[in-house]
């Protein structure tokens, strides 16, 4: 049996107050938490020596995507002793402000690959991506063979960045993008995702 006097059970027991208190509590903790990054630079800025990726970088990044590399390996080094001792320092939201979308993820199988730009040779990408195994003996991740064989064309490449210019704000210049096909064209994706992987973390370390 309901008692009036009790407003904790009356909410609970009253779907229509449950949605309607539940709704305003939400929209409290967003204007909270979510509103004040919006007028906060470091939240807004670039990182200083932050640049764009070139053509053949924004390449291998949708090869990234593409083939699923996100789903086990984050991009995201939280600010705990572990964690920056083994990837180096946390990452910031200055270094993810022309990321779109951006790849934090949300799981990781493989190791955090937000600042593995230039810790490995291009020889050693190029080996662990056709074959891991042969670099990493306990490695569960599959091989990509394929990234060897496969050649860009470019055709879509100047597109790409003109977008993320237009629609962005990436500061991509009217000559960076005329060039972008002739810079990537005949590479192979091999080449364009190791590019992008020596590209990451060099603003912070």
Same mark, same amino acid.
């Given at each position: 049996?309901?008692?009036?006097?009790?407003?904790?059970?009356?909410?609970?027991?009253?779907?229509?107050?449950?949605?309607?208190?539940?709704?305003?509590?939400?929209?409290?903790?967003?204007?909270?938490?979510?509103?004040?990054?919006?007028?906060?630079?470091?939240?807004?800025?670039?990182?200083?020596?932050?640049?764009?990726?070139?053509?053949?970088?924004?390449?291998?990044?949708?090869?990234?995507?593409? !083939?699923?590399?996100?789903?086990?390996?984050?991009?995201?080094?939280?600010?705990?002793?572990?964690?920056?001792?083994?990837?180096?320092?946390?990452?910031?939201?200055?270094?993810?402000?022309?990321?779109?979308?951006? =790849?934090?993820?949300?799981?990781?199988?493989?190791?955090?690959?937000?600042?593995?730009?230039?810790?490995?040779?291009?020889?050693?990408?190029?080996?662990?991506?056709?074959?891991?195994?042969?670099?990493?003996?306990?490695?569960?991740?599959?091989?990509?063979?394929?990234?060897?064989?496969?050649?860009? !064309?470019?055709?879509?490449?100047?597109?790409?960045?003109?977008?993320?210019?237009?629609?962005?704000?990436?500061?991509?210049? !009217?000559?960076?993008?005329?060039?972008?096909?002739?810079?990537?064209?005949?590479?192979?994706?091999?080449?364009?995702?190791?590019?992008?992987?020596?590209? =990451?973390?060099?603003?912070?370390?």
């Amino acid at each position: 049996m309901k008692n009036p006097n009790n407003r904790h059970e009356l909410v609970e027991t009253s779907t229509t107050w449950l949605v309607v208190l539940t709704v305003i509590a939400i929209s409290f903790g967003g204007l909270v938490e979510i509103v004040p990054l919006f007028f906060q630079q470091q939240t807004n800025e670039p990182v200083e020596g932050l640049r764009p990726y070139t053509a053949l970088e924004m390449e291998g990044r949708d090869i990234y995507i593409r !083939d699923g590399c996100h789903v086990c390996h984050s991009q995201m080094i939280r600010p705990f002793r572990a964690e920056t001792e083994r990837y180096g320092n946390y990452s910031v939201a200055g270094e993810s402000v022309w990321e779109h979308p951006f =790849l934090w993820g949300s799981k990781r199988t493989g190791p955090d690959l937000a600042r593995v730009g230039g810790r490995y040779s291009d020889e050693w990408h190029r080996v662990h991506l056709i074959n891991p195994r042969n670099v990493v003996p306990e490695s569960n991740m599959p091989g990509f063979p394929w990234l060897e064989t496969n050649v860009l !064309d470019g055709e879509h490449t100047e597109a790409k960045l003109r977008l993320f210019r237009d629609s962005f704000g990436v500061p991509y210049t !009217d000559a960076d993008i005329a060039g972008a096909e002739a810079a990537v064209k005949g590479k192979t994706e091999m080449d364009a995702i190791i590019a992008y992987l020596q590209s =990451l973390g060099h603003a912070l370390k």
